[in-house]
């Protein structure tokens, strides 16, 4: 595992685009995952850019949404896709059938997870999993506790997930599951990143860090992910 550390947002979200864009420049089809939610806002915004630019093509990429609240999809505000939506495909234009996304309006919800872990195994594991971090240390919606094998499947949500949560929306909203792709994929990604900034973010990244891989922690998988990569702008690093 490597840890990287970067002056500002700005330059963390930078260098995390262009290590993502790196990775998959030769590939034809890459399987790109992407975590919702505020922290990777800054790497949408650079990938909107390059392509407007023109200096990145995605359209052989296939956007993965790594993870969905339960009784939403795109068209509540606060939902992952529809955050995603707004940041990325929205102004990028990505058609539909290069966006797999759980739709957690949807009875089929097992259905949904089988079909998307088939997907990620026929192609040999994901390209790129982009996460952000709880401040439990969930990864997706991986919450404490959760096992180190399982790959997409429906999750209870930690009481601090649903406090914190209410961060996304206009109002308070009930959360209880969620739909997530799992730890597994995480460790059999190509390129795995947790991602955080701010220095809200500073304990638990110091606490994964310094941990043993053990299932109370999600994110301390990293140790037994070796080519997974911790980056972090200087704010979320001040205790490493
Ligand atoms: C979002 C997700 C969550 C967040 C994490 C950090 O799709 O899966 O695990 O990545 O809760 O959230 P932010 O980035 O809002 O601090």
């Not at 093509?57 to 939506?85: A, H, P, Y």
């Not at 991602?195 to 606490?207: L, S, Y």
């Amino acid at each position: 595992m490597t840890i990287q550390t970067y002056a500002t947002y700005e330059e963390l979200s930078r260098k995390t685009a262009d290590l993502i864009i790196e990775s998959v420049k030769d590939k034809p089809n890459p399987l790109v995952c992407l975590a919702s939610g505020h922290t990777p806002i800054g790497v949408f915004k650079c990938l909107v850019e390059d392509v407007k630019a023109g200096k990145l093509d995605i359209s052989n990429w296939t956007f993965v949404g790594l993870d969905e609240w339960n009784g939403m999809n795109g068209t509540t505000k606060g939902s992952c896709r529809q955050m995603m939506d707004e940041d990325l495909f929205e102004p990028l234009s990505i058609p539909e059938k290069q966006i797999v996304f759980f739709d957690g309006t949807q009875p089929n919800v097992q259905a949904q997870c089988d079909e998307v872990n088939e997907l990620i195994h026929q192609h040999g594991g994901l390209d790129v999993m982009l996460v952000g971090i709880g401040l439990n240390g969930h990864i997706g919606m991986n919450e404490p506790g959760t096992a180190f094998d399982t790959f997409a499947h429906i999750s209870q949500l930690a009481e601090e997930t649903i406090t914190v949560g209410q961060k996304y929306f206009p109002g308070e909203t009930k959360l209880s599951t969620g739909i997530t792709m799992g730890l597994k994929h995480f460790q059999e990604a190509r390129l795995p990143i947790i991602m955080a900034n701010g220095e809200k973010k500073a304990d638990i990244i110091a606490k994964v860090a310094a941990s043993q891989p053990i299932e109370s922690l999600p994110a301390s998988i990293v140790h037994m992910t070796p080519q997974a990569y911790i980056m972090v702008d200087r704010a979320a690093g001040s205790l490493l």
